[in-house]
């Protein structure tokens, strides 16, 4: 394992964990007791990356919380699954002595986080699933098969431009689209590759059956305007589990976690009962 300290001296740490053949970035920061565990959907590049925008966004939670940002695994192989994903997690948290985290999983983050609970649920002491699924439906399938489709073609630009106009509103993309897009259009091979990779992972997953075997509280968000894994995704979990959810309307899209001025103060009001 090895870390070092971010050059601007906010208290942002970004490592290194190597265990096991599994090799993963992490970012951490804050000062709290309990560990605060962000899994995050699938992207188009390393979000260790943009580890100063997160650590800005979840400062308030550094007051309760050390929290951990993770990235997917370096050099996963093909036909890697989401269960593996979960799996390397879990190896990666037992490595940084982190036990009984709260965890924010969103999109496909919230679907390792299933898993993590359900494989390891001392791992886990409260969890928030965002935007998330417990099974593909048609929605989530034809999202992903075009996306595989475009990074397969190698067509960049059109793949980082539906990526963002479904993952965000309407009102998000007018004013936020093209800055989001350029951010992400110098895509390496290496970094399609990866993008193609973890995009599979998820064909064909399926934990509905399982969910009983998740001992910790949960909290459920969805929005009504998500076009990619849609509400009724979100809605299928909290139903099957029986725990509270909250449901943003149309004017957000499948990014409200990013969208909703007040989605972080849900997030840390649950992790603080």
Not at 42 to 61: N, P
Not at 141 to 150: P, T
Request: glycine share 10%.
């Amino acid at each position: 394992m090895k870390e070092y300290t971010a050059a601007h001296g906010s208290g942002l740490t970004v490592g290194t964990v190597r265990t096991g053949g599994v090799e993963m970035d992490y970012a951490r920061f804050g000062t709290g007791a309990r560990p605060f565990v962000i899994l995050p959907g699938l992207s188009l590049k390393s979000v260790v990356a943009t580890a100063d925008a997160v650590e800005q966004a979840y400062r308030e939670f550094g007051e309760d919380h050390t929290v951990y940002l993770f990235d997917r695994r370096k050099n996963a192989p093909e036909g890697y699954t989401v269960g593996d994903m979960a799996a390397d997690t879990a190896a990666v948290m037992e490595v940084l002595g982190i036990r009984e985290a709260d965890v924010f999983g969103a999109s496909q983050g919230g679907i390792i986080a299933q898993y993590l609970a359900i494989g390891h649920p001392e791992l886990v002491h409260r969890m928030v699933l965002g935007s998330t699924l417990c099974r593909p439906n048609a929605a989530s399938n034809a999202v992903v098969e075009r996306w595989i489709a475009l990074a397969q073609a190698g067509d960049v630009e059109a793949l980082v431009r539906d990526s963002v106009e479904m993952t965000y509103a309407p009102a998000t993309v007018a004013a936020f689209g093209e800055a989001f897009i350029s951010a992400n259009s110098d895509l390496s091979p290496e970094e399609l590759r990866t993008f193609l990779i973890m995009a599979r992972a998820g064909e064909g997953f399926g934990c509905y059956e399982e969910l009983e075997r998740i001992q910790c509280p949960v909290l459920v968000i969805g929005a009504e305007g998500d076009r990619i894994v849609t509400a009724d995704g979100c809605r299928e979990i909290s139903e099957k589990l029986g725990c509270e959810s909250w449901f943003y309307g149309e004017e957000y899209g499948h990014g409200v976690y990013d969208e909703a001025p007040d989605y972080r103060e849900r997030l840390l009001a649950f992790f603080r009962k």
